[in-house]
Nanobody, 127 residues
Framework: QVQLAESGGGLVQAGGSLRLSCAAS????????MGWFRQAPGKEREFVAA????????YYGDSVKGRFTISRDKAKNTVYLQMMSLKPEDTAAYYC????????????????????WGQGTQVTVSS
């Protein structure tokens, strides 16, 4: 079992920044990658970013490229999502997830690839 705890969400004005954190605990020793997804009301869950745990290769959704940065602290079993130049359309519940299998690239953009999910943290961007 792996437990994921997100933090850092909140209300911010358009153009502002937020940093989300996700701390993993439990059986994390075979983590392949961690990712962030988001879901707005009435919309499907959307891939935001992912990072491979060993090497740190990063992947981003088209809508956040150049504005969001994913990183990880292996010693703390924590993944971060630095969000810059936020837009009202970034408003959503943000979920972190961990993949305990193998794979990289396009596979990591699929929600079905991930084994455990956090409860989510709300990000609201006002115009």
């Amino acid at each position: 079992q792996v437990q994921l705890a997100e933090s850092g969400g909140g209300l911010v004005q358009a153009g502002g920044s937020l940093r989300l954190s996700c701390a993993a605990s439990g059986r994390t020793f075979n983590t392949n990658a961690m990712g962030w997804f988001r879901q707005a009301p009435g919309k499907e869950r959307e891939f935001v970013a992912a990072i491979t745990w060993t090497i740190g290769t990063t992947y981003y959704g088209d809508s956040v490229k150049g504005r969001f940065t994913i990183s990880r602290d292996k010693a703390k079993n924590t993944v971060y999502l630095q969000m810059m130049s936020l837009k009202p359309e970034d408003t959503a519940a943000y979920y972190c997830a961990t993949d305990l299998g193998v794979g990289w690239g396009a596979d990591l953009k699929l929600a079905a690839k991930y084994d455990y999910w956090g409860q989510g943290t709300q990000v609201t961007v006002s115009s």
